[in-house]
């Protein structure tokens, strides 16, 4: 049986409040023409008390100096961004925040958002659903005149997104 190296630790939500978390992973530097910033969905398990939801998140393999954290905490109608460091066993809400793009997609069309992943299939942005905090899947597919791996996002008509992208510090 195999044993995951790692750290976790627990929120609970309020009812009709529902946290995801991510963690910032920066690009390894012989990916040069890549984004310098990626984000990764951290893996969690809910757990109903009362009308709460307790959530665990767990982080495979975590650096010593610590995990950079994007934590969202989605509501109705509102999405709460905050920022954070996992260090040891303790999440600490950052004072100096990362530099994060955020936005709201919103079309009465069929809208399509693509972007670069890096070689090793990373990606810089996520697009959620809001109403079910689940991350809109892309596509991958190969651009034969950019010779790059890049993702496709297909975007329903008359329904709101939230998307995010980790960005350099200007």
């Known amino acids: ?3 995951l190296e790692g750290k976790h630790f627990s929120i609970t939500d309020p009812k009709d409040v529902s946290t995801v978390i991510y963690k910032v992973n920066k690009t390894e530097k012989e990916f040069k023409d890549a984004p310098k ?3 990764e969905r951290l893996e969690t ?7 709460n939801t307790k959530r665990t998140f767990f982080v495979d393999n975590p650096s010593v100096n610590g ?7 989605f509501a ?3 999405v709460v961004v905050n920022t954070g460091i996992l260090i040891e066993d303790k999440v600490k809400i950052t004072k100096n925040p990362i530099p994060i793009k955020f936005d709201t997609l919103y079309s009465e069309e069929t809208q399509y958002k ?5 070689p090793n299939l990373k990606r810089p942005i996520s697009i959620i659903d809001p109403e079910t905090t689940e991350e809109i899947k892309p596509i991958l597919y190969y651009d034969e005149k950019t010779n790059e791996v ?6 329903k008509p008359y329904k709101s997104y939230f998307a995010f992208e980790i960005r350099e510090n200007s």
């Open 45 to 51: 398990l809910e757990e109903l008390r009362g009308e």
């Open 150 to 155: 890049k993702g496709k996002c297909k975007l």
């Open 37 to 39: 910033f990626t984000v």
């Open 67 to 73: 995990e950079r954290l994007v934590i969202l905490s």
């Open 114 to 118: 693509e972007f670069d992943y890096t």
């Open 1 to 3: 049986m195999a044993s």
């Open 76 to 78: 109705k109608e509102k």
